[in-house]
């Protein structure tokens, strides 16, 4: 925990990149529960797909778990050129004052959306060799991590936040950005909420809703975190959501604590329906 807060500070000392989605910690979090709910079958399969991850030659970014494959699609990004093509698939910025249009925000398919939908034909085909395979497999579970960070899903020209200068809480001195604070400082906070944790976090959703949540398809998930990102993120920072942006956004303490529940349904969605997507790739 305390190496955590010190990265976070840290990572304050100057504006961010758009480098890591959710950090850590809500991607391994969106995977432990997909992990916790997914068939046995599927399970299996995920062991063993994964216990032969030494075929990606990615050493330095090992997936021998899936919270470590949740991230892979994050850490790789360090290795240069060998998988720069892969930089514009974590997001799509698809403009939350205007309709709905996520065409616009993924030419020849390199969107976040495309390749969740990619990733999971990849995956699913036993026809290809276990390395793509694999591959695909990190990718999904990274890029489903990613689909449901209201900030990779729509944003206002702004490059998913990055470029609002923004304030957060007891750190208000320091200078961030609504990028960063809905990727780590408020995921971070959000997640270790009690009750805490990924497992803390499925256990808020009844059994009996877990299904509705997780239904429809990938579109429509890509649509409701658009929507989250005009709701909550724009709406909370701004106050209106599509009105002048202030030369910097603040994020006081009853700001803070009213976006938690939505970060905290965010990653039980994304869980869940990383879940079906496995199950239907992977289960007999």
């Not at 778990?65 to 360090?78: F, G, L, P, R």
């Not at 997640?191 to 299904?211: D, F, K, W, Y």
């Amino acid at each position: 925990m305390m190496r955590r807060l010190l990265a976070l500070l840290l990572a304050l000392c100057v504006l961010p990149a758009p480098a890591s989605a959710w950090w850590e910690y809500g991607h391994e979090a969106i995977a432990t529960i997909a992990a916790a709910k997914v068939k046995p079958a599927t399970r299996a399969e995920i062991g063993r797909l994964l216990a032969r991850s030494d075929l990606l030659e990615t050493p330095t970014c090992p997936t021998r778990t899936i919270e470590q494959a949740s991230v892979w699609a994050d850490c790789i990004k360090e290795l240069g050129d060998r998988f720069s093509y892969a930089y514009s698939w974590h997001y799509q910025n698809v403009d939350v004052c205007k309709p709905f249009d996520p065409a616009s925000a993924c030419k020849d398919g390199n969107c976040v959306s495309k390749q969740v939908e990619r990733a999971s034909r990849m995956l699913a085909d036993r026809k290809l060799p276990t390395r793509d395979r694999i591959e695909a497999l990190a990718f999904l579970v990274h890029f489903m991590g990613d689909l449901h960070q209201p900030l990779h899903a729509g944003d206002r020209s702004d490059r998913g936040g990055n470029d609002v200068s923004a304030a957060y809480g007891f750190i208000a001195g320091k200078r961030t950005n609504l990028h960063a604070i809905w990727d780590g400082l408020l995921a971070d906070r959000a997640i270790s909420s009690p009750a805490g944790g990924a497992l803390g976090i499925l256990s808020e959703v009844p059994a009996a809703e877990r299904a509705g949540l997780a239904a429809g398809g990938v579109e429509d998930w890509a649509r409701e975190s658009w929507q989250v990102a005009h709701d909550s993120v724009y709406a909370v920072a701004l106050g209106d959501p599509c009105g002048p942006k202030p030369e910097r956004a603040v994020l006081d303490q009853a700001k803070i604590a009213a976006l938690i529940p939505t970060v905290r349904l965010q990653v039980a969605r994304g869980g869940l329906r990383l879940a079906k997507l496995l199950d239907a790739a992977l289960a007999p």
